[in-house]
């Protein structure tokens, strides 16, 4: 007998019971992973289509392109983009569901204005439904259309702030000079004084109103101011 080590290696006979869980665990990636290509095209394409009315353009293109998306329904409106009460947008807005996916043909069918356009789509965002534009490739279901419009929201905000640092200036300016906002007065301090007197004097405020050519009310006004005056003193 030789003293060399020997290393005897012993296979235990596998049983059903052994079968079934490792058919179970060789089945579960392929079922996880058609799971996700499944719920990855649940969400349903709506398309919106919107011509104005003074243009005398033609739904059909824009149909024709959300057709060949893939969208399933679509929402038509004959309105201009400036509008804030398009009916059908309201109505397609209302009726999303999380995973629905807003599609237009492009960006300035949803809305001539990048205030309302991120309006839009933050109600989108709040419904859980993302958005697609055809003809800029924009894509907010993908990390790339996400980032673009966050960008986006940072130029409409930088706007934003732009506008009310200049107005802001020109308020400034504009006091500095004398000039204060407003409605220009109807009247001059001698032509307020001469009303009051015809006041006092018994003339009628509906006569002296269409002697100055204004409304009885702006005549009720400048007594109402010319009381308060008195009053103050």
Not at 182 to 205: C, D, H, S, V, Y
């Amino acid at each position: 007998m030789s003293g060399r080590a020997q290393t005897i290696v012993y296979a235990a006979p596998i049983t059903h019971q052994g079968k079934q869980r490792l058919g179970r665990r060789a089945n579960l990636l392929p079922k996880s992973e058609q799971k996700q290509q499944d719920s990855a095209t649940d969400s349903t394409l709506i398309g919106y289509a919107r011509v104005s009315k003074a243009e005398g353009q033609e739904l059909g293109p824009q149909l024709s392109a959300l057709e060949a998306a893939g969208c399933r329904r679509v929402y038509e409106e004959k309105a201009s983009g400036g509008r804030w009460d398009r009916p059908e947008l309201s109505r397609l807005l209302t009726r999303l569901s999380r995973g629905d996916v807003l599609v237009v043909w492009k960006l300035d069918r949803l809305s001539r204005s990048l205030k309302d356009l991120l309006l839009i789509l933050e109600r989108l965002e709040t419904a859980g439904a993302g958005f697609r534009s055809l003809t800029e490739a924009i894509d907010t279901t993908a990390p790339a259309g996400r980032m673009m419009m966050q960008m986006l929201g940072a130029f409409a905000e930088y706007e934003r702030a732009m506008v009310k640092e200049r107005t802001q200036a020109g308020l400034r300016a504009a006091s500095a000079r004398g000039r204060h906002g407003g409605r220009r007065p109807k009247f001059t301090q001698a032509q307020r004084t001469e009303i009051l007197a015809m006041l006092a004097a018994g003339r009628a405020a509906s006569e002296i109103a269409r002697l100055f050519g204004v409304h009885r009310a702006t005549i009720s006004r400048l007594i109402a101011a010319s009381r308060v005056t008195v009053a103050l003193v």
